[in-house]
Nanobody, 120 residues
Framework: QVQLVESGGGSVQAGGSLRLSCTASRLPYSTNCMGWFRQARGKEREGVAIIYRLSGEPYYADSVKGRFTISQANARTGVYLQMNSLEPDDTAMYYC?????????????WGQGTQVIVSS
């Protein structure tokens, strides 16, 4: 079965950086989109960044443009999310997803999540 495993979350002060990793296994070859969604306490889940594996084209939520960068791992075995200039509003559980079709359409495959806490 498909497995997505995230790592790299943690606690940082505002202005700091974190790099999230998502390693995929047994992902169908036809899966073209992978990305990151997040959910803060008391808020709805939102798309943060996605990337289309074949083209390498990324898309970002307006709230993270210029601060976050999504990239693919070698052999398209996963994705990374480099998060710079972190803000307290970035505090959330971050989830890797595969099979997405846009920032508002997550895929059917999900990781277990990794917590990011940004303190002011």
């Amino acid at each position: 079965q498909v497995q997505l495993v995230e790592s790299g979350g943690g606690s940082v002060q505002a202005g700091g950086s974190l790099r999230l990793s998502c390693t995929a296994s047994r992902l169908p070859y036809s899966t073209n989109c992978m990305g990151w969604f997040r959910q803060a306490r008391g808020k709805e889940r939102e798309g943060v960044a996605i990337i289309y594996r074949l083209s390498g084209e990324p898309y970002y939520a307006d709230s993270v443009k210029g601060r976050f960068t999504i990239s693919q791992a070698n052999a398209r075995t996963g994705v990374y999310l480099q998060m710079n200039s972190l803000e307290p509003d970035d505090t959330a559980m971050y989830y890797c997803t595969a099979g997405c079709a846009g920032l508002s359409r997550p895929g059917n495959y999900w990781g277990q999540g990794t917590q990011v806490i940004v303190s002011s």
